[in-house]
């Protein structure tokens, strides 16, 4: 299993990682296989959209923030649910199919790493298995 | 890994794709082990639920269409940014177990590929590994 | 494959079941592999947060509540419509990384199964694989 470590820079943060998990699958030598990824924290998460046009995953954080307001009537004493119910929402694991030695993206697909109380230091576990 | 088309025909459109996934795990001759699905589009996705009363995958895209309607104040050029929202809501991945050469699925379940878009000719990835 | 069975006490109701899954790791004997969890219902779903403050998991269920409510314009006749559109927006399907015979986990996370329409006895199932 390998860690790769993610510097997020606003509260609500969508860091496109997918260059560095090439990286780690290229690393790897694993030609065909799978990339399993997962968020060890509780107000971050993951998800996969379009890298090509930042307007989109402005929307995207947008429109979750709209639905799920920072602040609203939540009981939880840190005063940050809205990023537990976001990372609920958005998942903390996710994989991708390998094949020849490259994760199997759509063209306008980008891996992002979504920060929902930041900024922080975070990690991200990767595990790679050929197959 | 096998590529599934997958023809829509509504702008959102539920269409149910267990019989072509159970079709794919047969032709594999894997009798047990894992089968990975991955939209390769950042306007679709996937979910599994009811596929006995249609009325449930009906309320399911009235619910979503409420939630993130078409026209909002989006600022993607391409006005289709609702698709993209929903598409990284439901997610693009997906994994199911496989038994005894066919899927492991509830009485009541439907794997289905969840058009947000369209009408489409769509794609979805399938990797199916003995385990 | 592996079954568990988890017994719900509210229409929603999120149990922890982090123990009962590290269980199941280690009697597997597996020390280095992946752990799939699959929830064969279409009115219930799986989530990972926090385990430490319980008001993270009552907020998560009011927010989502808040969102998609019990009743609402819905057409499914059982009247649990709601039940469904939650599973399809939290999942149903789950994978978690093992590392020395221990699911990989952050310090605040748990794994959760999510009811949305109990009480009801529930089945989860388990497939572990070394890799």
Redesign the interface.
Known sequence: ?DILNIRTFQRIDFIDITNEIEKKVKESGIMEG?C?L?????TAGL????NA?P??I???R???NN??PYK???????GN?DA??K???????????I?RSRL??????GVYFCEFDGPRNRNL?I?I?A?
């Open positions: 299993m799978i399993y997962f968020v060890p924290h509780t998800t996969i959209n379009e046009d307007a989109v402005n929307d995207i947008l429109k979750v639905l799920i609203d009537t939540y009981t939880h004493g840190e649910s537990h119910i990372s609920s929402i958005f998942g903390v694991s996710l994989n991708l199919i094949s199997v993206l759509g063209t306008w697909q576990y595990k298995l197959g």
